[in-house]
């Protein structure tokens, strides 16, 4: 979920007035054709950048 969402938001970069370049991440959500109790109702990843400032990544899940 975040490899795709890090690629679209490649694809939208742009420079600001600042000219630092700015990422755009997609509004995602994951779905699921499977039924599992198991799944939770959002996906998430925590990331964890060189100065330990961390960032908590979620995704919703669609569940069919």
């Known amino acids: 979920m975040f ?8 694809e939208n970069a742009d420079y600001g007035a ?3 370049k700015k990422l755009y991440f997609p ?3 994951v ?3 499977e ?3 198991n799944i939770e109702d959002s996906l998430k990843l925590m990331i964890v950048f060189g ?7 979620e995704v ?5």
């Open 18 to 20: 600042d000219n630092i």
């Open 3 to 10: 490899e795709y969402g890090f690629r679209k938001g490649k």
């Open 60 to 64: 919703d899940v669609m569940k069919n």
């Open 35 to 37: 039924e599992n109790k």
């Open 27 to 29: 509004k995602q959500k």
């Open 51 to 57: 100065d330990e400032k961390e960032f908590l990544y």
């Open 31 to 33: 779905i699921f054709f």
